[in-house]
Structures are given as structure tokens and as C-alpha cells.
């Protein structure tokens, strides 16, 4: 069973969390931007938060999004971080603000084709397993450089920038780690000029380890118990 009750004030704490994580950071809140993680929660829970003035969400499952988009006002921004299928693919339209998880050329080639029937341009952020987890998905590093030389064939997929997992089993040390090596990524890539990539967004840090990101440079934070509360 999943409680509600008090979002309204968990939100407004992880809101004044990630002002002081900037401040720490000499940066400007406003650079970053909280995806409230509404995987298996109800929609009266994603009603609250909305209430509040939360409006950007993200979804691990296209089934899941899917009955939630088709509920939630549509002013709602909906984000995928899970990892996609790419028979799952067809279900997507244009609600769909960002995919985070673009993480091999099948789903790439996948995606343009959908993009291309449906006149949309997808904007995706590359995942990269910095933490080399066997458990978690994503391209080496070694590999994304590649991986984005190649977005200039696919024209209906614009990257907008990485994504990342911490290690289950990492440190607080090892996780600040992984999320500066990704900037570190990110600032060596960026001056590629490659056609279809700007890689201005990074996408880490959850609800256990979001002030580290921030502090090694996150733009989109993805946070679930700290808003919406520990499962029972």
C-alpha cells in the first residue's frame, strides 16, 4: 500500500532541498528542473502533486504512462526513464516530452521510424553506465561518442543530453563520483558540433543521492519516495 497523505509539504521540502544543493553549488534553481517519479503510484497521488504545482512526471512503463496521460490535464510533461522496449515503441505520441533512456541503435532506428510516420522529433538523452553495473543498462562511456556520431542519420531523434544510474551497492563517495564522471563526459562531447546532439542536460540523482547530483551539475533530477512516500 502506498500512503498520499502529506505530498504537498514532501514536495516543498525537496523544492527548498534543491535550492540549497544550488546555492551550495553557486548555481540557479531555476537551472534544474524536479521529475517527480510516479512509477506505480495512483493517480490520486500524481492529483495531489499536480495540485501543487508539480507538473513534469516520469514514468518507467509505456502502459503505465499511457493510462496516467490519458487521465492527468494535459498540461502535464511526461518524461520515460525506464528502460524501453522497442516493440513499446508505437505507443508513444507527442505527450511525450523526453525519453531518457536511448541506450543501443535498435531503439534509435526504432524510434526514427515512429518519429518519422507521426511527424515527431523525439528528444532523448543518451543513458550511460558510468558505474559499469552489470545490473543497469546503458552505453560505456567509450562507446558514446560513437553513439552520437551517428544520430545525424536519424533525423526525426534529437539528444539532448546523458542520463545516468548510480550503483545499487555504491557509496555516497562512489555515487558523486559516477555523476561527476558524466559531466565530465558530457563537457568532453559537447564541443563536437555533431548534427542532432546538444548535449545541454544531464539527467541524474534520484530521491537518496539528488543534492550530489546537483552538485556535480544535474539539470533533471528524478525523484519518487521523497515526494510521493516509502512503500509498505
Known amino acids: 500500500m502506498i500512503q498520499n497523505t502529506g505530498i504537498e509539504q514532501r514536495l516543498l521540502e525537496v523544492r527548498q532541498r534543491i535550492c540549497q544543493a544550488a546555492k551550495r553549488s553557486n548555481r540557479d534553481p531555476s537551472t534544474i528542473r524536479l521529475l517527480a517519479v510516479s512509477k506505480t503510484q495512483p493517480i490520486s497521488g500524481?492529483?495531489?502533486?499536480?495540485?501543487?504545482?508539480?507538473?513534469?512526471?516520469?514514468?518507467?512503463?509505456?502502459?503505465?504512462w499511457l493510462e496516467k496521460a490519458s487521465i492527468l490535464p494535459e498540461?502535464?510533461?511526461?518524461?520515460?526513464?525506464?528502460?524501453?522496449?522497442?516493440?513499446?515503441?508505437?505507443?508513444?505520441?507527442h505527450k511525450i516530452a523526453m525519453i531518457h533512456s536511448l541506450d543501443r541503435f535498435p531503439l534509435l532506428e526504432t524510434l526514427n521510424r515512429h518519429g518519422e510516420k507521426l511527424n515527431i522529433t523525439w528528444t532523448a538523452l543518451v543513458q550511460v553506465n558510468v558505474a559499469r553495473d552489470p545490473a543497469k543498462a546503458?552505453?560505456?562511456?567509450?562507446?558514446?561518442?560513437?553513439?552520437?556520431n551517428s544520430v545525424a542519420e536519424f533525423p526525426h531523434v534529437r539528444v539532448q543530453g546523458l542520463m545516468t544510474i548510480g550503483a545499487l551497492?555504491?557509496?555516497?563517495a562512489e555515487t558523486q563520483g559516477f555523476f561527476r564522471q558524466l559531466r565530465e563526459l558530457r563537457d568532453t562531447l559537447q564541443p563536437g558540433n555533431r548534427p542532432g546532439v546538444d548535449?545541454?542536460?544531464?539527467?541524474?540523482?534520484?530521491?537518496?543521492?539528488f543534492e550530489l547530483a546537483i552538485e556535480e551539475g544535474a539539470t533533471l533530477i528524478r525523484v519518487g519516495s521523497q515526494i510521493f512516500g516509502a512503500r509498505s
Not at 500524481?46 to 503505465?64: D, H, K, P, S
Not at 510533461?77 to 505507443?91: A, C, D, F, M, S
Open 199 to 209: 548535449l545541454r542536460e544531464l539527467s541524474m540523482g534520484m530521491s537518496q543521492d
Open 46 to 64: 500524481l492529483e495531489e502533486a499536480y495540485q501543487t504545482g508539480q507538473r513534469a512526471f516520469a514514468e518507467n512503463r509505456v502502459q503505465e
Open 75 to 93: 498540461d502535464c510533461e511526461w518524461h520515460l526513464i525506464g528502460r524501453l522496449q522497442t516493440n513499446k515503441v508505437k505507443y508513444l505520441n
Open 169 to 172: 551497492e555504491a557509496s555516497m
Open 138 to 148: 546503458g552505453l560505456m562511456p567509450e562507446e558514446v561518442a560513437d553513439f552520437l
